[in-house]
């Protein structure tokens, strides 16, 4: 946005130059980080499974243990 409000001074460029650069460019630069960016940091930290599953929680770890008596 600030670039196209001081488009005024960029002698030399036309109206579809400064488009091209600040606004299409960006978008695509943007849309192009939202895709790859899950990838790269699939690489970066790999998932902690084993054997491809997932490991599971046991089903009473929120559960108290009642003392029999």
Known sequence: MLASVLLGGCKGNT?????????VGSTVG????FFIYPKIK???YPSKEEDGKKK????DSGKKKQKSS
Do not use: K, N, V
């Open 15 to 23: 109206i579809l130059e400064h488009i091209t650069i600040y606004w």
């Open 30 to 33: 943007a849309l192009g980080a």
């Open 42 to 44: 699939g690489f970066a």
């Open 56 to 59: 599971s929680i046991p089903q």
